[in-house]
């Protein structure tokens, strides 16, 4: 299998190559057009902030390429985000796979942190991304923004209010938290999208 995770000044990029050589695949860093387009996976990922990434991404002409992909996609993270219409942060036209919004978490308690950051749980999960899960499985966070739950939500997590913990339309997945860190749950996932989809 040819795994790709585009490389596009992003951090977290390690963490998800090692999850990948864990679970014995070998996967290649990078922003070559003809080594996306051939790959049989490619994963998005992303920690950062969205108006400096879609420029770069614009610049380099993955805007286009990634829209254009017909193998499955996952995007993690600020990549998720980033395959929405429009992010709040820094007004932010993105690049439109999902047709909704990114909005930022507004407090709603004294006890309201954000950036949301740490452990919570999924629910009404569907798709094949999260097959196999057990009941209310625990996955982690860190993000400041988030999409509204909708017509392309594959899981919930609550958190302030309920949100999109997952997306997925067509061979476009997505998950607002971090597989590569959310233990055997985030393994199995990985899985999921390597072997089944």
Known sequence: MKAVI???????????????????VASVITADEQLIRNADKVIFPGVGEAATTMSFLKERG??????????PVLGICLGMQLMCRYSEEGDTQCLGIFDTEVKR???????DKVPHMGWNTLYNM?????????????????HSYYVPVGDYTAATTDYIQPFSAAMQKDNFYATQFHPEKSGSI????????????
């Open 6 to 24: 585009i490389d596009y000044n992003a951090g977290n990029i390690r963490s998800v190559e090692n999850a990948l050589k864990r679970l014995g």
């Open 62 to 71: 993955l805007d286009l390429l990634i829209k254009s992909l017909t193998k």
């Open 105 to 111: 978490f507004i407090n709603q308690r004294h006890e």
């Open 186 to 197: 985030g393994e199995q996932i990985l899985k999921n999208f390597l072997f089944e989809i």
């Open 126 to 142: 569907k798709g094949k991304l999260l097959k196999g899960l057990p009941a209310d499985p625990y996955v982690y966070f860190v």
